[in-house]
């Protein structure tokens, strides 16, 4: 069976996701690659807080640092879920924008929804360093200014490249989780649920890498699958 052509959104998505792959593992350029960074840390600190207050906790605050890592201060709560909820709830999300990214209208309704839970997040929560918050507001605006004035392709492209990077930043913090679990001691997401749950850290870093490469083939499966056919209207008596 012929395969269909990409379109131009989806070339450049393409292009633009292998493009960043390439950043990450070269020295001296990842810095390149912050501002998504940026975005994932701030989303996976989100979910951390979300499910920490939904399983019954508190959260003092959440800081996104400039080297792009981040910490949620929580107490209380469910510890295997809240510590899961990082690269699980951002790599959802990150299906979620894919999804809804299917056509224009929709793009746009979906990147002002993720503004709206980036305004949530800096209002209730967010806090600490200059550069974190002012990055966090710069996000916002430009989200806004998307949903405001993105049209066409353009804004395709920006939904569904946004859903796709908060997968891949999910899959590729494993090298930073490999590092940590490892070599050496120190705290990560995958250690403290090796604490909870006696199971090593390594299973769960992976096990996290392998579900955001699973949310980006459904995500952009589901996003350039055809539309499906209106339903026929039927007279009613």
């Given at each position: 069976m012929k395969t269909a052509p990409l379109k131009p959104?989806?070339?450049?998505?393409?292009?633009?996701?292998?493009?960043?792959?390439l950043l990450f593992f070269v020295p001296y350029v990842q810095w390149m690659l912050?501002?998504?960074?940026?975005?994932?840390?701030?989303?996976?600190?989100?979910?951390?807080?979300?499910?920490?207050?939904?399983?019954g906790g508190s959260v003092r605050d959440i800081h996104v640092n400039a080297d792009g890592s981040g910490a949620t201060w929580i107490?209380?709560?469910?510890?295997?879920?809240?510590?899961?909820?990082?690269?699980?709830?951002?790599?959802?999300?990150?299906a979620l924008m894919m999804n809804g990214s299917r056509t224009d209208v929709a793009a746009k309704r979906s990147l002002l929804a993720l503004g709206i839970v980036l305004t949530i997040?800096?209002?209730?929560w967010v806090r600490g360093g200059i550069v974190g918050i002012g990055a966090g507001l710069f996000r916002i605006a430009a989200l806004f200014v998307l949903f405001r004035f993105g049209k066409g392709r353009?804004?395709?492209?920006?939904?569904?490249?946004?859903g796709v990077q908060q997968?891949?930043?999910?899959?590729?913090a494993?090298?930073?989780?490999?590092?940590?679990?490892?070599?050496?001691?120190?705290?990560?997401?995958a250690r403290n649920m090796e604490l909870a749950t006696h199971v090593p850290a390594m299973f769960w870093a992976v096990v996290w890498c392998c579900f955001s490469l699973v949310m980006?083939?459904?995500?952009?499966r589901r996003a350039w699958s055809p539309a499906p056919a209106p339903r026929p209207s039927r007279p009613v008596a």
């Open positions: 959104h989806q070339s450049a998505i393409v292009s633009a996701t292998v493009g960043s792959l912050l501002p998504m960074v940026y975005l994932n840390t701030q989303l996976h600190e989100f979910c951390h807080a979300i499910v920490a207050v939904g399983t107490y209380g709560g469910i510890g295997f879920l809240t510590n899961s909820a990082g690269y699980v709830g951002s790599a959802i999300i990150g997040s800096m209002i209730v353009w804004v395709l492209f920006a939904g569904q490249f946004v997968c891949l930043q999910s899959a590729l494993l090298n930073e989780l490999v590092k940590i679990s490892a070599l050496t001691q120190g705290d990560s997401d980006v083939w459904l995500g952009l």
